[in-house]
């Protein structure tokens, strides 16, 4: 797959279908090792609660072969994007669909290490993310006006963003663009999983669902499915952590 990619760029950028098909690929490697690393984590804590010694021994011996299979796969995909994939990018709605991209394999590796490697995983998930973000929000207004506009902690951002950007297009992206709600949605799992931030991440998720909401009527047919699909996560996940949160206001 790697050696596919690199074939075709940075000369030329992958097609809408061909980016989508490395997407799901790699996705569904790592999904199924994400789902092993949490069974395993869980049987870990079980035996280490019945002092299961030997168990535990052989239980983590088994995740750290997991954890080893999913840097070398999150290590692999972020070398793809950081050398072939993202300066190959043409216009602002493939940059943001990379940005994204490589800001959720950052959260992945994120969701298992431990210590500096875990907070430098979640630094390099939010630059990614944020940079994203960024994109989208620019394209709506002059990038003056939007510069004087926001607070002054991300002014440098912003500048390093338009920099990092000067010769790829602002992305166009509506608030019901499939893109633009996916990045919302897993950046704010990224605030209640990683960072523990549940405020931030109701906040943000509820956002853009309501912005979603509000221009539904524009969206069109070729869309309609997916961004409705991903509206319904946004939701649910709202549903869930307030539904937590409230729980621990009640225990407190």
């Excluded at 002092?51 to 995740?63: A, G, I, M, S, W």
């Excluded at 523990?196 to 069109?220: H, R, Y």
């Amino acid at each position: 797959m790697e050696t596919l990619v690199v074939s075709n760029t940075p000369s030329t950028e992958l097609t809408v279908e061909e980016r989508n098909l490395l997407s799901v690929a790699y996705k569904n490697v790592i999904g199924s090792l994400r789902a092993a690393w949490r069974i395993v984590s869980s049987i870990e804590q079980k035996e280490e609660s019945r002092k299961n010694e030997e168990h535990v021994v052989l239980v983590k011996d088994y995740r750290s072969k997991v954890e080893a299979e999913l840097s070398g796969i999150c290590a692999g995909i972020l070398r793809l994007l950081e050398e072939n994939l993202v300066p190959s990018a043409a216009t602002g709605e493939s940059k943001v669909f990379y940005l994204k991209m490589k800001g959720d394999y950052h959260r992945y590796m994120a969701e298992f290490k431990v210590g500096d490697e875990r907070k430098e995983a979640a630094e390099d998930t939010m630059n990614a993310y944020k940079a994203a973000q960024l994109l989208c929000v620019l394209a709506a207004e002059d990038t003056m006006n939007a510069y004087k506009a926001v607070k002054y902690r991300l002014r440098v951002l912003i500048l390093w963003c338009c920099f990092l950007l000067k010769d790829i297009a602002l992305a166009d992206l509506a608030p019901t663009h499939p893109i633009r709600l996916g990045l919302a949605l897993n950046y704010s799992v990224f605030y209640y999983e990683i960072l523990n931030s549940s405020d931030k991440a109701c906040s943000m998720a509820k956002q853009a669902f309501e912005e979603a909401i509000a221009e539904l009527d524009t969206l069109g047919e070729e869309s309609y499915k997916d961004s409705t699909l991903i509206m319904q996560l946004l939701r649910d996940n709202l549903t869930l952590w307030t539904s937590d949160m409230q729980d621990q206001i009640d225990e407190a």
